[in-house]
């Protein structure tokens, strides 16, 4: 099963990063080949903090993961969790900067470029797999326990074949 995995997800990651879309604005990806959390999150407020300390005007794209609506959408201080998902509302709330979601994260983007067009950077929130944005920058975020047992789902933890090229 992990071997025909691995083999389905490839080949859906090479046709979306044939036809990638680039956002129009630097874009930075944090996302890691592990199935579950590894402080992606917290990582993407660092970049995002460090982006605005270094003079940047940042937004964040998320596909919202988790959450019961599939439109595009702004995520608001009150935007409730289940319209929006929990990463992105806890995001839009600690970093105080723009944060959309949107099953496509190229459209997310768009809507935020149109919505604020005083961002100069985008961050996307677990965008590794989504090959369908084009990036300029990539960052694997691991948890402790690396890449576990080395194989993909659903015999280990990985969502892909690693070591892969990142930054």
């Given at each position: 099963?992990?071997?025909l995995?691995?083999?389905?997800?490839?080949?859906?990651?090479?046709?979306?990063?044939?036809?990638?879309?680039?956002a129009?604005?630097?874009?930075?990806?944090?996302?890691?080949?592990?199935a579950?959390?590894?402080?992606?999150?917290?990582?993407?407020?660092?970049?995002?903090?460090?982006?605005q300390?270094?003079g940047?005007?940042?937004?964040i794209?998320?596909?919202?993961?988790g959450?019961?609506?599939?439109?595009?959408r702004?995520?608001?201080?009150?935007?409730?969790?289940?319209?929006?998902?929990?990463e992105?509302?806890?995001?839009?709330?600690?970093?105080?900067?723009p944060?959309?979601?949107?099953?496509?994260?190229?459209?997310?983007?768009?809507?935020?470029?149109?919505?604020?067009?005083?961002?100069?950077?985008?961050?996307?929130?677990?965008?590794?797999?989504?090959?369908?944005?084009?990036?300029?920058?990539?960052?694997?975020?691991f948890?402790?326990?690396?890449?576990?047992?080395?194989?993909?789902?659903?015999?280990g933890?990985?969502?892909?074949?690693?070591?892969?090229?990142?930054d």
């Open positions: 099963l992990s071997l995995y691995g083999t389905l997800a490839a080949r859906q990651r090479r046709s979306d990063a044939a036809h990638a879309g680039h129009g604005l630097p874009t930075i990806v944090v996302g890691n080949v592990i579950g959390g590894a402080g992606k999150t917290p990582v993407t407020q660092a970049i995002v903090g460090h982006l300390r270094s940047w005007t940042p937004g794209i998320s596909r919202g993961y959450r019961s609506t599939q439109d595009c702004a995520v608001l201080p009150q935007s409730a969790p289940e319209d929006v998902g929990d992105p509302l806890l995001l839009a709330r600690s970093t105080g900067v944060v959309f979601v949107a099953p496509q994260r190229l459209d997310a983007a768009r809507a935020l470029r149109t919505a604020h067009p005083e961002v100069d950077i985008l961050v996307c929130d677990d965008g590794l797999q989504h090959t369908a944005l084009a990036r300029d920058v990539e960052i694997c975020v948890h402790d326990g690396g890449i576990g047992n080395g194989w993909q789902l659903p015999a933890p990985l969502r892909e074949p690693w070591p892969r090229p990142v």
